[in-house]
């Protein structure tokens, strides 16, 4: 197995809503990240973990949380979004740290309403 | 600014020519690397760079890196109409211990049969 599987692949959600985003991988890679692209735009790193460690936060607001249950799954809870929240997030994954490309999943397009 | 700059923005070729596209950075980095997207879905690994890797060939792929002047380009060789997609230059640094990948803005190539 060389993918990264996101569901769902498409979400809707209100502004009180809370939902979660679910990223898995099977290829033993033990580093995972979450990006968020909006359109047109390059994608920015919002998380990553590291041998199911939180090591990077680039300051995501805390109504995004993520979480690695373990080291084949991530989530990304969304509690209280806001319509510029609306975007394509991307998770990724790669064998370690440094000097491995990322494997992508093909994303949830999610739209705040 | 960590981000990449891809130069030129779009470019629009006729399937066979060669397309070259560019990337320019300011920080120091581990390696370099390519990815491709193709309609706002998954991005594709291409191909990594090291820093101390001067030129790099994957396939049709070949990439130069060159670290005195900060630039990077990517040269695609008798494109296909399958080629078309946007092209993201990304560049992996370390701030302190933590390793962060920053993507450029990416260049639309289009191919045309």
């Known amino acids: 197995d060389t993918e990264v599987t996101q569901t769902p692949k498409h979400l809707v959600m209100g502004m009180t809503n809370k939902k979660s985003l679910k990223c898995e991988q099977h290829?033993?890679?033990?580093?995972m990240y979450w990006y968020k692209q909006k359109a047109k735009k390059p994608p920015e790193l919002m998380f990553v973990y590291s041998y199911e460690k939180l090591s990077i936060n680039e300051s995501v607001p805390s109504r995004f949380s993520p979480e690695c249950p373990n080291s084949s799954l991530l989530n990304l809870h969304l509690h209280a979004l806001q319509p510029e929240d609306s975007a394509l997030y991307l998770c990724?994954?790669?064998?370690?740290?440094?000097?491995?490309?990322?494997?992508f999943g093909s994303g949830t397009r999610l739209t705040v309403v | 600014s960590q981000q990449g700059e891809e130069d030129p923005q779009a470019l629009s070729i006729q399937e066979g020519e060669n397309a070259t596209m560019n990337c320019s950075y300011k920080?120091?980095?581990?390696?370099l690397q390519w990815y491709r997207q193709n309609s706002g879905r998954g991005l594709v690994h291409l191909i990594l760079?090291?820093?101390?890797?001067r030129e790099k060939h994957s396939g049709r792929l070949r990439v130069t890196l060159d670290t005195s002047k900060k630039s990077s380009s990517l040269l695609i060789t008798a494109s296909r109409a399958a080629d078309t997609a946007s092209y993201f230059c990304?560049?992996?640094?370390?701030?302190?211990?933590?390793?962060?990948?920053?993507f450029g803005k990416g260049t639309l190539l289009t191919v045309n049969p």
């Open positions: 990724a994954s790669s064998p370690g740290r440094y000097n491995y490309g990322y494997t």
């Open positions: 920080t120091s980095i581990n390696n």
């Open positions: 290829m033993g890679h033990r580093a």
């Open positions: 990304a560049i992996l640094n370390s701030g302190g211990s933590n390793y962060k990948l920053t």
């Open positions: 760079i090291r820093s101390n890797e």
